[in-house]
Nanobody, 122 residues
């Protein structure tokens, strides 16, 4: 199983980016998928999660609620994170992860992408 995270880059405050998490060797929609992020000098933190396609629930960290959206494209076996109204504090390496537990805890996810860097300038 491999997860490939992409779409990061440099954006200005207030701008938008969409991250992608493409999977091979696993049907993402059959599992729960989450995004985490790690800012320089800080611990990895939960950002958002979407449940398997059987229920399509989603949950967000308070810091990104109403600004970020997580969604999937089943045909492309990809989960996306749409990030709007970006702030400098959103600067981090973003990781996608797949697991069998619908959770905000990183330890509940078995497979991880390599991370994609998002930098938001002020």
């Amino acid at each position: 199983v491999q997860l490939q995270a992409s779409g990061g880059g440099l954006e200005q405050t207030g701008g938008s980016l969409t991250l992608s998490c493409a999977a091979s060797g696993r049907t993402l929609s059959a599992y729960h998928t989450a995004w985490f992020r790690q800012a320089p000098g800080k611990d990895r933190e939960f950002v958002a999660t979407i449940s398997s396609a059987t229920s399509e629930d989603s949950y967000y960290a308070d810091s990104v609620k109403d600004r970020f959206g997580i969604f999937r494209d089943i045909a492309k076996n990809t989960v996306y994170l749409r990030m709007n109204s970006l702030k400098p504090e959103d600067t981090a390496v973003y990781y996608c992860a797949s697991g069998s537990v619908y959770s905000i805890r990183s330890g509940d996810y078995n497979y991880w992408g390599q991370g994609t860097l998002v930098t938001v300038s002020s």
